[in-house]
């Protein structure tokens, strides 16, 4: 056996040297670890025995996430992670871990654990298998890693959008049930205007029938009373005027509701669209007038007022009605003038007549139009006040416009505006 | 009997007041009158009630327009269907020129379509004018009834 020598001394001292640097190595390693492990302040880093699961280390952050100190999960049992699960997590949990674990596979889940203090604490678990020399898997080693911010961020991301989703989806009911109204109120429309039209029909057919009743029974009277003025032989002259009054009032009373039918008519029958030459008609209108003037003068000064595009009999008849309006309203005069002019307007004919009869009261001009109004006595102008009334019927039906101007004792103007008949080129 | 004219109105004083305005043209007597569409048929066909009738058309129908069951335009139809009465000729009598009954009696084939005025004068010219033109002036089709001298 040698002595120790002053090598042997310098051996052993740098042997130790080593182990001290190893040491401080360590040392300084395991520093290095702890302080790692404990500055991950939202991480615990755990290991545990792979068959029981109990907890072999715990790292210290486990009590800042959850509030149980470290020592409860070495001791709790049967297994203290188990235990503080959230029961809607456990089950699905444990069997995932054993699952995974048993087919040695590393593994990641999320799931709730209740902390000391009651909160709910969303964990995302990184587990990894740790196998001996023999390749048997004897530890788990893993992070939990609290992302219950995270969750809580996604859980209110998802339930905006599920907001907005209901949000849209009550928008959309309400536009469909707005749709739905939409749609029946249509038909509700239809079915009202079809009851209307039907009952409007209905009145129409029955005053129609009434009217032709009505006209054939003033016909009778007229007509009997004409026949017993002629054989009334027998009477004297006051009865014979008391029957010749009967026979006209039962005439004039024909004549009414005859202007009444004919208003009827004029509303409904159907348009005949053609080109009218309005020259031709008011010459016509003219010719036909002249025999009922009788022994004054009436001129008529005409200038060239073009085609429109219409129903040559309503036209004629509202030509011949202004015509004959104005004639009857200057019969005062022994010399009357009536004068018809048409122009131009855009796309309408504007025709007037003017005369310089006895006018009318500017107050009234509207009641002009309505049927059965009149504005003078009976005795001092005869008719029904349904002629104007025809008229703007007749152009309204046209889709044109009817106007009158005056001054009591000045003459009347009557205008008419419809849809000029468009000619080739010109305008 | 046969007739030179047939006459088909529903109203008593429609028929009175006809039958006046005839009589100034001593035609009252050539007049044979229905009340209805099928009276008038009936009298046209020889059948029914007028199964003894004697042969002859008459030389015009002077027919209403409006009457209860078969209109004048009915009656007219039947007749212008009828091939033994086709060439009948056939004036209406209305209360009124509506647009739409003359342009439909005129389609229907009638010869002719008479207002009754509202004034009797007025009216009983018109059937004068219409009598004499039918009974008289006109050569009424083959077969026809004319009134005797």
Redesign the interface.
Do not use: K, M, N, P
């Given at each position: 056996m040698q002595g120790t020598t002053s090598d042997d001394v310098d051996r052993i001292a740098r042997f130790y040297a080593r182990v001290q640097s190893v040491e401080t190595d360590l040392a300084s390693g395991e520093a290095r670890f702890r302080a790692l492990v404990n500055g991950l302040p939202d991480t615990i880093v755990w290991e545990a025995d792979a068959d029981t699961v109990d907890f072999q280390f715990v790292s210290p952050s486990a009590e800042a996430i959850l509030g149980y100190p470290v020592s409860a999960w070495y001791e709790e049992r049967p297994n203290f992670w188990v235990n503080h699960l959230h029961p809607e997590d456990r089950d699905r949990c444990v069997s995932f871990c054993k699952t995974e674990t048993a087919a040695g596979r590393d593994h990641e889940f999320d799931y709730r654990m209740i902390a000391r203090d009651g909160r709910i604490v969303w964990m995302r678990d990184r587990a990894y298998c740790v196998r001996d020399e023999s390749g048997k898997i004897v530890k788990l080693r893993g992070l939990m890693i609290d992302v219950t911010r995270q969750k809580t961020i996604e859980a209110e991301r998802a339930a905006a959008l599920e907001r907005e989703r209901e949000a849209r989806a009550r928008a959309e009911a309400a536009e469909t049930a707005l749709r739905q109204l939409n749609a029946t109120l249509e038909e509700r429309v239809r079915d009202r205007t079809s009851a209307l039209e039907q009952a409007h029909r209905e009145l129409e057919t029955f005053s129609a029938a009434a009217s032709?009743d009505l006209?054939?029974a003033?016909?009778?009277i007229?007509?009997?009373a004409?026949?017993l003025e002629r054989r009334a032989g027998g009477l004297d002259d006051v009865a014979r005027s008391h029957v010749h009054e009967i026979r006209g009032a039962?005439?004039r009373a024909?004549?009414l509701v005859?202007r009444m039918?004919e208003l009827a008519?004029l509303g409904h029958?159907p348009l005949r669209e053609e080109p009218v030459d309005l020259d031709a008609i008011v010459r016509d209108a003219i010719a036909e007038l002249a025999p009922t003037i009788g022994a004054r003068r009436v001129d008529f000064d005409v200038s060239t007022i073009g085609r429109v595009r219409g129903d040559r009999?309503m036209i004629s008849i509202v030509v011949r009605n202004l015509l004959q309006n104005a004639v009857k309203f200057t019969a005062p005069r022994p010399a009357a003038k009536v004068e018809v002019r048409g122009r131009r307007e855009g796309l309408d004919l504007v025709v007037t007549v003017r005369d310089d009869g006895v006018g009318f009261d500017p107050q009234y001009t509207e009641r002009l139009f309505q049927p059965f109004t009149r504005l003078h006595a009976r005795e001092d102008f005869e008719g029904h006040g349904v002629g104007l009334a025809s008229v703007r019927r007749l152009i309204e039906r046209h889709r044109g416009r009817v106007w009158a101007r005056s001054e009591p004792g000045a003459g009347a103007e009557f205008s008419f505006a419809i849809p000029a008949a468009e000619e080739g080129g010109a305008s | 009997m046969s007739k030179p004219i047939l006459l088909v109105d529903d109203s008593a004083a429609d028929v009175a007041l006809a039958m006046e305005a005839l009589s100034e043209l001593r035609l009252d007597d050539h007049v044979a009158v229905a009340r209805d569409g099928e009276q008038a048929l009936s009298f046209l066909r020889r059948d029914g009630s007028h199964s003894e009738r004697a042969e002859g058309n008459p030389c015009v129908v002077i027919l209403d327009v409006k009457m209860p069951r078969m209109s004048g335009f009915e009656v007219l139809s039947a007749i212008r269907s009828d091939p033994r009465l086709s060439r009948v000729p056939v004036v209406m009598l209305s209360t009124s020129a509506d647009r739409a009954d003359v342009e439909r009696s005129y389609a229907l084939g009638a010869n002719g379509y008479v207002v009754k005025s509202l004034s009797f004068s007025e009216f009983s010219g018109r059937l004068r004018d219409l009598g004499r033109y039918w009974t008289a002036a006109n050569e009424p089709p083959p077969g026809s009834v004319v009134p005797r001298a």
């Open positions: 032709h006209r054939s003033l016909r009778h007229a007509s009997f004409e026949l039962s005439i024909g004549q005859d039918l008519r029958v009999e | -």
